[in-house]
C-alpha cells in the first residue's frame, strides 16, 4: 500500500480542503432587508452599502 513520505502540514492539507470546498458548494445568498437585492451573508450590500441596519459603504447616486 502506498504510504506519504513525509507528514503533510496542516496548513497545505487546509489549503487544499478549502479549495474542494469552494469548488464545491455555491454561493449562499441572502436578501438585502434595505432595497431586496441579493448579497452575501456577513457584507455589507453591494448596491445600497447597508449592513446590518446602517450604511457603511457611501453610495453615490450614479451607481
Given at each position: 500500500m502506498a504510504n506519504p513520505k513525509a507528514k503533510m502540514?496542516?496548513?497545505r492539507r487546509d489549503k487544499r480542503r478549502a479549495q474542494?470546498?469552494?469548488r464545491t458548494k455555491a454561493a449562499t445568498t441572502v436578501v438585502c432587508p434595505n432595497?431586496?437585492?441579493p448579497t452575501l451573508p456577513h457584507r455589507a450590500c453591494r448596491h445600497c452599502g447597508h449592513y446590518r441596519g446602517r450604511s457603511v459603504v457611501a453610495k453615490s447616486a450614479n451607481s
Open positions: 502540514s496542516k496548513s474542494f470546498n469552494a432595497c431586496g437585492e
